[in-house]
């Protein structure tokens, strides 16, 4: 995963750069997030690999599955990825681009991940001590995971806060394991 991060990476700058000297950040966010989709999809993914179908032949399909929602740029874009043999990179390209439009709107997404529902008077408390933090704007994205057992983990940007009893457990097992 972290290859494919690395090799996504200047990838993702090249097309922020052209999305943003052009000013179309979110057209660009939406057509990476289409062509992510169907990157994806077990049978174009199997179709990028199989040595039988031709480049161009591949190329024409995945521009075709996506049809008028991507640009000319858009659609360049994808054709120097096939070239590459790069189109299997796509989610990451569009995960890193999110980062770096974020990063140029001051906002940052953070994934809170509970052990039950939150209320939305909570989320909103998240958010403003998040906001708080890291001096950004902030869109929370939360999640239920039973196997939390209590409490939540948040992720945001590169910052983990693990207050969920699960992970207070293992942290506790571990010291205890170090104490043998």
Not at 20 to 29: G, H, I
Request: hydrophobic share 50%; aromatic share 4%; charged share 25%.
């Amino acid at each position: 995963m972290s290859e494919n991060i690395t090799l996504a990476r200047p990838y993702a700058e090249a097309a922020f750069r052209l999305a943003q000297d052009n000013k179309a950040l979110q057209q660009w966010s939406e057509m990476l997030a289409l062509a992510a989709a169907v990157a994806v999809d077990p049978r174009v993914a199997r179709l990028a690999m199989d040595p039988r179908v031709a480049r161009e032949r591949f190329t024409q399909l995945f521009l075709d599955i996506c049809g008028k929602a991507l640009s000319r740029e858009g659609a360049n874009f994808i054709r120097v990825l096939q070239d590459n043999r790069r189109i299997a990179l796509l989610p990451q390209i569009a995960q890193l681009f999110e980062a770096h439009r974020a990063e140029a709107e001051g906002r940052i997404e953070a994934q809170v991940i509970s052990a039950f529902a939150m209320t939305p008077e909570q989320t909103s408390k998240i958010a403003a001590a998040l906001k708080k933090k890291f001096g950004r704007e902030v869109s929370v994205v939360s999640s239920v995971d039973a196997a939390l057992i209590g409490g939540t983990i948040i992720r945001a940007g590169d910052v983990v806060i693990d207050g969920s009893v699960r992970g207070k457990l293992l942290a506790l097992a571990s010291h205890l394991n170090r104490q043998r």
